[in-house]
T-cell receptor, first 109, second 113 residues
Framework: GQNIDQPTEMTATEGAIVQINCTYQ??????LFWYQQHAGEAPTFLSY??LDGLEEKGRFSSFLSRSKGYSYLLLKELQMKDSASYLC??????????WGAGTKLIIKP | TAGITQAPTSQILAAGRSMTLRCTQD?????MYWYRQDLGLGLRLIHY???????GKGEVPDGYSVSRANTDDFPLTLASAVPSQTSVYFC????????????FGPGTRLTVL
């Protein structure tokens, strides 16, 4: 079966750094996406990785290791507005997205 | 630019009634998707359409139907609603390339009583 695992909830302090992990087992791999979803809102795109390594985009970075079936999202200089759920999704062999349940990130002042 | 819109925003529906959730995009995207999101679960694909005139079944298609008469619209119909269809429904669209991200509508919160 296909499976995406990520922690249910994490807590971090404003100004700090947090790493959200995602492990996956899917039928085929055509890229991994990270989305942000604020409570009561739609998911919005953060990053896409298809090759191994780190992709940096401002305060957010995403890492991929295809051999380990592993990715992480790194958030630096945390702000209160970063309180949200972070969704990991893998594009499988049929080019459909398989979604993790999401990690709720709580930022404390 | 509106992007992708959904209607209604929320709805309470009696079990056994039918309902159509509307989704319209103005980005000329070929692919469109319907997901449901339930607490503690990831987004689950209900139906998809890779291009106008074609549709496909996702992970949880039972009890739902879709049509794609044109590029812009992708309605989702519940023929006879059941309480287990209580959920938040998101419509999404995507451009041609594999690396294109999906853009999501604001969602429809549906309660079936």
């Amino acid at each position: 079966g296909q499976n995406i695992d990520q922690p249910t909830e994490m807590t971090a302090t404003e100004g700090a750094i947090v790493q959200i992990n995602c492990t996956y087992q899917t039928s085929g791999f055509n890229g991994l996406f990270w989305y942000q979803q604020h409570a009561g809102e739609a998911p919005t795109f953060l990053s896409y990785n298809v090759l191994d390594g780190l992709e940096e985009k401002g305060r957010f970075s995403s890492f991929l290791s295809r051999s380990k079936g592993y990715s992480y999202l790194l958030l630096k200089e945390l702000q209160m507005k970063d309180s949200a759920s972070y969704l990991c999704a893998v594009m499988d062999s049929n080019y459909q997205l398989i979604w993790g349940a999401g990690t709720k990130l709580i930022i404390k002042p | 630019t509106a992007g992708i819109t959904q209607a209604p925003t929320s709805q309470i529906l009696a079990a056994g009634r039918s309902m159509t959730l509307r989704c319209t995009q103005d980005m000329r995207h070929n692919a469109m998707y319907w997901y449901r999101q339930d607490l503690g679960l990831g987004l689950r694909l209900i139906h998809y359409s890779n291009t106008a005139g074609t549709t496909g079944k996702g992970e949880v298609p039972d009890g739902y139907s879709v049509s794609r008469a044109n590029t812009d619209d992708f309605p989702l119909t519940l023929a006879s609603a059941v309480p287990s269809q209580t959920s938040v429904y998101f419509c999404a669209s995507k451009g041609l390339a594999d690396y294109n991200e999906q853009f999501f509508g604001p969602g429809t919160r549906l309660t079936v009583l």
